[in-house]
Structures are given as C-alpha cells and as structure tokens.
C-alpha cells in the first residue's frame, strides 16, 4: 500500500514540477486566445481486473475541446462506448452481465511541452464523471437519475500531437482513469484521431482575454 501510495505522489511530484519550469518560462501573448482546437479520436478502454470478465469495451469515439489558458491548457472531451455483456461464473453457477453503454465527460489542465519541431507533449490531470445507461432501461428516456448510474473520476491525461500542416495535427493520447466506486476500478484509455485549429469569433477572443 506504501509503495502504491508512492508511486503515485512521485507522478504529481513530477508533474507539478515541470509545470512549474513551463510556467516560469512561460511568455502568454494575446494571439494564443484567437484559437481553439477540436478533435475526434477512435479509442479502446483496457479494463482492470475487476470489470474484465464481466464486460467487454467496444470501440468507443472521444470529442474534445482545447482552449488556451493563461497558465497551461484547459481540454475537455466526451467518449462514448457500449459495454458488450459476458458470461461469468461464481462457484459452479454461470452468470450474464449486462449490456450498457458508457458516456464519459472529462476535463482536464496541463501543460504542452514542445519535443521537436512537429512534435508536442501534453499531460494533465483531469476530474470526470463515468455514465452507465444500462440495456434493461434503452426502453425508456435517456435521463440522469434513476435510468443510469454515474461515478466520480480523477484522470492523468498523456497526448502526444504531431503537427501535419498549419490547421491539422495526428492525436495519440493515454488516459489513466480512476473511477471512485466503492471497490476503486482503474479503466486505461488508448485513442488515435485528428484535430483541427479553429480561429475564434473576436467577441470569444475578447472574453477568453
């Protein structure tokens, strides 16, 4: 329990840290608030232990959302997957878990670091929500409450952006999620897609300022 406590106080020790040089070296102009960036991405979830034998992850979509800050970068995305059901057995009884599907919203802060001359490195740490909309219930309205269930997570967010042209860059990113269920579960995020730089209106520009 001690070394898994450390590990991880090592990762936000680091992490705060290279935002900290980032910061100190940082030089904020008025031209990083006149775009955003969107992105779409195919993306797989690698499900720990305790979910593995009871389900299945389709491939999912991930949407995101970049807007420049004054320090680091605010990104926010949603994926969407669908849970297939899988057999399992307890002692000699054999079990069928159930068809969901999983809406995940997220934001996340970091910082971008630049590795080469296409080649840039984002990490950041997130807060989100996992929502479940169980198959037992498609037959009613999408609702928050008590159609579906949602849980809190925390993210650690890796991306790696390599630069194709002025507008469009190739995405790779990692997601570590911990959702806070009474037994904790850990679900890893892989995803691959495109994004798009996007010029502000000058009103969003203004406000963003």
């Given at each position: 329990m001690l070394y898994y406590n450390m590990k991880y106080f090592v990762i936000i020790f680091s992490f705060i840290s290279i935002c900290y040089v980032q910061v100190k070296h940082a030089d904020f102009t008025s031209e990083d608030f006149d775009t955003f960036r969107i992105s779409i991405q195919i993306q797989k979830d690698v499900l720990d232990n305790k979910l593995k034998k009871y389900y299945e992850p389709s491939n999912g979509i991930n949407l995101g959302l970049e807007l420049p800050f004054y320090i680091g970068l605010v990104k926010t995305n949603i994926d969407f997957f669908i849970y297939d059901k899988l057999k399992f057995q307890i002692g000699d009884n054999t079990y069928e878990s159930q068809k969901f599907i999983s809406i995940h919203p997220n934001m996340v802060?970091?910082?971008?670091?630049?590795?080469?001359?296409?080649?840039?490195?984002?990490?950041?740490?997130?807060?989100?929500?996992?929502?479940?909309?169980?198959?037992?219930?498609?037959?009613?309205?999408?609702?928050?409450?008590?159609?579906?269930?949602?849980?809190?997570?925390?993210?650690?967010?890796s991306i790696l952006d390599y630069n194709l042209n002025e507008k469009f860059n190739l995405v790779f990113s990692i997601q570590h999620n911990h959702v806070l269920t009474y037994q904790k579960i850990r679900i890893n995020s892989i995803a691959i897609g495109i994004s798009k730089k996007i010029n502000n209106p000058k009103w969003l520009s203004m406000v963003l300022r």
């Open positions: 802060w970091g910082i971008k670091l630049k590795l080469y001359q296409n080649i840039k490195w984002f990490n950041g740490l997130g807060l989100g929500g996992y929502i479940y909309y169980p198959e037992s219930n498609w037959d009613s309205y999408f609702t928050l409450g008590k159609n579906t269930e949602t849980e809190l997570s925390f993210s650690f967010s």
